[in-house]
């Protein structure tokens, strides 16, 4: 048992930053102190909170640490490691009111979130499977091979009113049951994260911090429509995303959680209970690499790509379910959609039900950018208004300038003015407004923001025009 636990973030924005010089650091000071067998450092995910970075938590203090630098580790080791004192300076502005000192659950930005897609983000090491179990990991896998039948898996699905999570907002247990009645020898199942919306980091964030929760959910799929295969189509551009899948496929195979016969084949034989001799369930995960094009985060040319041909969308139907991947029946969904897969599970559709709006049901992950104070990574119930997003988890305009507008969806969305900020966010009522949920892409333009600015954004190109 450790006294202490470091968290440091391990997520591309941090880690553009030296976050892993930071945790280098730690590591070498701790052992200098003779406290490496009572403190342990932990390389997590994304916390979310982007514009504090590097961030460093210390547990069980719950201690936030933002814009640490190399130099400030020796400081926090001797002071707050050692003697128990917390360094005030080097604390998260908004963890510190008055004399109180608060844990990072207590901050602005975190008080009105909800985390269930991220849940997991943050808290453990994404590269140890270990900790992904400790935190409930397989058991959704477990529960629904060992006491569910595929038809029960999906009515639960469809009972949760779970809507896509990549722009659609199709029902997610209407498409599992449509590609488990579909005819065909062989089944797919297709994890879209190609994320190529302008300003987005939802999925590669899950991926880099919880990439378990993404491949129990993909299984969970697989045996509700009858695959035995799955494909993660992820961007090139996602190094630490693509490196810490490869090895949580890894670690998966390793425990029998992954390949022929899950739960009996690891080396770990009656992993999580479950019956020693296996569930008879074979599937299997493999990465497929996009080259950055936008369009190949449209479904059908996503197939088209790892099939080896050009990305190109065709017309639809027949619909993926019907005839995906090489001609057969496939399902796709993104991974903030498969995220939430097992805890649904685990936890049940009325207690999904019970967060967001009844025609939008559980939570959103957004990246939150632009002319806002606090950048980064929110997850908020359906029905949370613009104007809490903004203000309250935003942290509101820099400099005290006015809230102009907000663009959500993407190139295909649209902007919601100034007048309108008490708009509930969920799927209807965006479109309503002209503008749509999309991935979860959220740029905050301000009183000085014009629309050559927003076409410089998302087209990268210039424009001679000035705002005038």
Known sequence: MYRAHVLICGGTGCTSSSSDKIQEEFELKIKEKGLDK?????RTGCFGLCEAGPIVIVYPEGAFYSHVKVEDVEEIVEEHLLKGRIVKRLLYKGAVEEDTIKSINEIGFYKKQKRIALRNCGVINPEDINEYIAFDGYMALGKVLTEMTPEEVIQVIKDSGLRGRGGGGFPTGLKWEFTAKAQGDQKYVLCNADEGDPGAFMDRSILEGDPHAVL?????????????????????????????????????????????????????????GKNIFGTGFDFDIEVRLGAGAFVCGEETALIASIEGQRGMPRNKPPYPANKGLWGKPTLINNVETYANIPQIILNGAEWFRSVGTEKSPGTKVFALGGKINNTGLVEIP???????????????????????????????GGCIPAELIDTPIEYDTLVQLGSMMGSGGMIVMDEDTCMVDIARFFLDFTVEESCG
């Open 382 to 412: 359906m029905g949370t208004t613009l104007r809490e997003v903004i203000y309250e988890i935003g942290g509101g305009i820099p400099n005290g300038k006015k809230f102009k507008a907000v663009q959500t969806g993407g190139p295909s």
């Open 216 to 272: 129990e959910a993909m299984a969970i799929a697989g045996y509700a429509i009858g695959a035995n295969q799955g494909y993660i189509y992820v961007r090139v551009e996602y190094p630490i995303a693509v490196q810490r899948l490869e090895i949580a496929i890894n670690q998966a195979r390793e425990k029998g959680l992954l390949g022929k016969n899950i739960f009996g084949t690891g080396k770990e034989k009656g992993l999580l």
């Open 38 to 42: 009572e403190i342990k450092v932990v």
